[in-house]
Nanobody, 126 residues
């Protein structure tokens, strides 16, 4: 079983920055592909960014490309999402996700992830 704990959400003005963190705790060491999704009120959950186990491959949604950066910590089971130049349309609950099945290639499909965090609210004011 994998538990994901997200931190770092909050309220920021448009143009500002936030850094989200996600730590995966598990009983046995294993490889995890990881990603971030978000869900705004009244909308479906959407892909934001994903990263391979090694950190060597990433995939970004067009809406965040050039503004958001995903990275892995030294422990590998931790990922960070640096969000710059935030816009009001980035307002959403952000979810961290982990995949045991897809570790070499970042995946953009929610159903390919096995574990999810509880979500952290990001609110960008105009």
């Amino acid at each position: 079983q994998v538990q994901l704990v997200e931190t770092g959400g909050g309220l920021v003005q448009a143009g500002g920055s936030l850094r989200l963190s996600c730590a995966a705790s598990r009983r046995t060491f294993n490889y995890l592909g990881m990603g971030w999704f978000r869900q705004a009120p009244g909308k479906e959950r959407e892909f934001v960014v994903a990263i391979s186990w090694s950190g060597g491959s990433t995939s970004y949604a067009d809406s965040v490309k050039g503004r958001f950066t995903i990275s892995r910590g030294m422990a590998k089971n931790t990922v960070f999402l640096q969000m710059n130049s935030l816009k009001p349309e980035d307002t959403a609950v952000y979810y961290c996700a982990a995949s045991l099945r897809n570790i070499a290639t970042p995946v953009r499909i929610a159903s390919e992830y096995d574990y999810w965090g509880q979500g952290t609210q990001v609110t960008v004011s105009s």
